[in-house]
């Protein structure tokens, strides 16, 4: 059974630093894209960056510079690194994956992770 666990979200003060990680119960291999997303209280949901099965990666412009997204396919996790954090980067943010069409191109999620950017 295809999962996905999230993890690393907390409170963090302008300027700091979090490292948030998805966990899969199966291969990245499975995998045609994965992504974080995030949603702020009274917001859409939204596409903060994506890393497809052959590296290539992508940020929303908020965020260029700032986050780092990366795979480890060794232990099957996603992880964000997210530096120089602003209180607009509060929100819960989400794991996400497609797999290949060989696997129909289901769509995972993660169940969430709140990171809470304040002084």
């Known amino acids: 059974q295809v999962q996905l666990v999230d993890s690393g979200g907390g409170l963090v003060q302008p300027g700091g630093s979090l490292r948030l990680s998805c966990k899969s119960t199966?291969?990245?291999?499975?995998?045609?894209?994965m992504a974080w997303y995030r949603q702020a209280p009274g917001k859409q949901r939204e596409l903060v960056a994506s890393i497809t099965a052959d590296g290539a990666t992508n940020y929303t412009e908020s965020v260029k510079g700032r986050f780092t997204i990366s795979r480890d396919k060794s232990e099957a996790t996603m992880d964000l690194q997210m530096d120089n954090l602003k209180p607009d980067d509060t929100a819960v943010y989400f794991c996400?994956?497609?797999?290949?069409?060989?696997?129909?191109?289901?769509?995972?999620w993660g169940q969430g992770t709140q990171v809470t950017v304040s002084s």
């Open positions: 996400n994956g497609e797999e290949r069409p060989i696997w129909d191109s289901k769509i995972y």
């Open positions: 199966v291969s990245l291999f499975r995998f045609r894209i």
